[in-house]
Every structure is written in C-alpha cells, then in structure tokens.
C-alpha cells in the first residue's frame, strides 16, 4: 500500500468522524448539557483539522483526495446524554484504530502525525465516559 | 527472552494486526494485510530498548495500581516480566510517565516493522489515556 492509499483510507474515516460528530453536536444542547456539548464540539474541530490535514496533504501529492459520502449511517435514539456519549465514545475508539492501522502503514512524519492523532483521540475519548485502555486502537494485544 | 521468541511473537503481530477501519457507519473494508518485519529481526535491539524503559518506569508506579497494570500488560505483550514496582513520588512518577510516553511514540516512528510500530503507538496513547485519567492527587 502506498502512503497516498494509507492517507486516502485515513481520509475516508475521517469524513465518517467529522460527519457523525456534527450529528451528535445537532442532538447536544447546550444549556443542558454544557459539558457534553463541550466536549463533541471539540472532537469535531480536532476532526476536522485532521481531515482538512489529510486533504492538503493529498492535493500536494498529486492525488485526488477521496470524498465524502453524501451520508453516514448515525445510530437513532440520540435523544439522551448517554446514547450521546456512547457513539462518540464508540466513533474515538473507531478512529484510533484507523490511526493505529494508519502507523503501521506508514514511515517518518507521516507515522508520527498518526501516533500524535492515536494518542489525542485515545484522549479525547475519555470525555465521553471513557476509560483508560491497555491497547487503544489495538485491542486485539488486550486479550494476548 | 530468547531472540527466537520475540520473532515468533512479531510473526503474530503481524498476522493479528488487521482490523476494523470504519467509524460508525462509513462501512470501509478491512484493510490490506500489514507488511511482516523483513528476515532477521531489525528491531531486536528496540526492542530491547523498549523493555527496559518500559520496565524501569514500572518500577516507580507502585503507589498507582492501574499504571502497574498497564506496565505489565505492555511488557508482557513483548514477552517480558514486570517488575515488583514500589512507590516513587508523586512528581518523579508523572515525569516517568510522560518521558516513557514520549519515548514510545519516538520508538514507533523508528521501528522497522509496521505492526510492532503500531503496538508501540498504542502503547503510548495508552499511556497518555492513563495520565489523562488519573486523579489529579494520584501523581
């Protein structure tokens, strides 16, 4: 796999994140729940970044960067603070392991930028009701 | 550890690594299998390397039972023993962890082997995770 293929998969979960985050910012109030609000706004900037990271890195290689889908498949019932949470805390823990994959399929500076993101998203995802995990983005290791 | 074992275990990583890509509903495909470590074993000294840092900083996180925790489970991912920790303080423990985090992300950009710079990555995050999540009394 070539680092532009490694960076287009990475692109395409990215579209997914930035996609569900801004759902779940929609279904967040913010009198509310100030906190949770809080902390879904946050993980759609930081996604966003990346994917706008991911974009500009594609275009200066020469490649077309993948697009978004017109729509993802959102879990319903976002009514409570708790469903809330959980399908953001279940979409961190999806991109951690696209980061992780991402690392092993990739070198130097491009391997780094998915190391810092594994550890910011495995971060990020303790504000949604997380815990601490023994192998975040890889928990195949968990049960070795 | 015999270097012929840590050989085997990286074969398994490498075969065990693939996974889920997708975030919630994107609906990727799995992706391609991961490259195996090229013959020998260019990342036996990293390894190494890795272990003791590892082992060292686990050393110190006795008063913290879940970084002791999570010290073993990383060591015994390489096939290595923890070690019996005692209590650093507070300070020296946080600074411990933050430099062994730093050193496995630095670990991971110098592996070789795709798979075990993964599992040095995750190693770091959840290192991150843990610091993230202790009490600010705790360290």
């Not at chain 1, 109030?29 to 993980?43: E, F, H, I, N, Q």
């Not at chain 1, 697009?67 to 009514?79: F, H, I, M, N, Q």
């Not at chain 1, 409570?80 to 953001?88: D, G, N, P, Q, W």
């Not at chain 2, 075990?116 to 705790?138: K, T």
Request: proline share 5%.
């Amino acid at each position: 796999m070539s680092d532009v293929d490694a960076l287009q998969t990475t692109l395409a979960a990215e579209h997914a994140a930035v996609y569900v985050f801004g759902v779940l910012g929609g279904r967040t109030s913010r009198s509310a729940m100030p906190v949770l609000y809080a902390a879904v706004s946050a993980a759609y900037a930081a996604h966003r970044g990346r994917r706008d990271q991911l974009t500009g890195w594609l275009v200066d290689a020469g490649a077309e960067p993948v697009a978004a889908e017109p729509a993802y498949v959102v879990p319903a019932d976002l009514e409570r603070a708790e469903r809330i949470a959980r399908v953001a805390r279940e979409t961190e823990r999806a991109c951690a392991t696209t980061y992780a994959w991402l690392v092993a399929n990739a070198v130097d500076e491009t391997r780094r930028w998915a190391i810092r993101a594994l550890n910011e998203t495995a971060v990020r995802e303790l504000a949604f009701r997380g815990t601490p995990e023994m192998f975040p983005g890889a928990g195949e290791h968990a049960d070795r | 550890m015999p270097a012929a074992s840590r050989l085997s275990r990286r074969a398994a990583l490498a075969v065990g690594a693939g996974g889920l890509l997708g975030v919630s509903g994107c609906g990727q495909d799995a992706p391609a299998p991961l490259r195996p470590a090229a013959g020998g074993d260019p990342d036996e000294a990293l390894v190494d390397e890795v272990v003791a840092r590892i082992t060292a900083t686990a050393a110190k996180s006795g008063r913290v039972p879940q970084l002791t925790a999570m010290h073993a489970a990383h060591l015994a991912a390489l096939e290595a023993e923890a070690p019996v920790a005692a209590a650093a303080s507070r300070r020296q423990l946080r600074r411990a962890e933050r430099d062994l985090q730093e050193f496995l992300e630095d670990a991971a950009v110098r592996a070789e082997s795709g798979p075990l710079a993964r599992l040095l990555a995750s190693m770091s995050a959840s290192v991150s995770q843990h610091l993230a999540a202790l009490p600010s009394e705790a360290t």
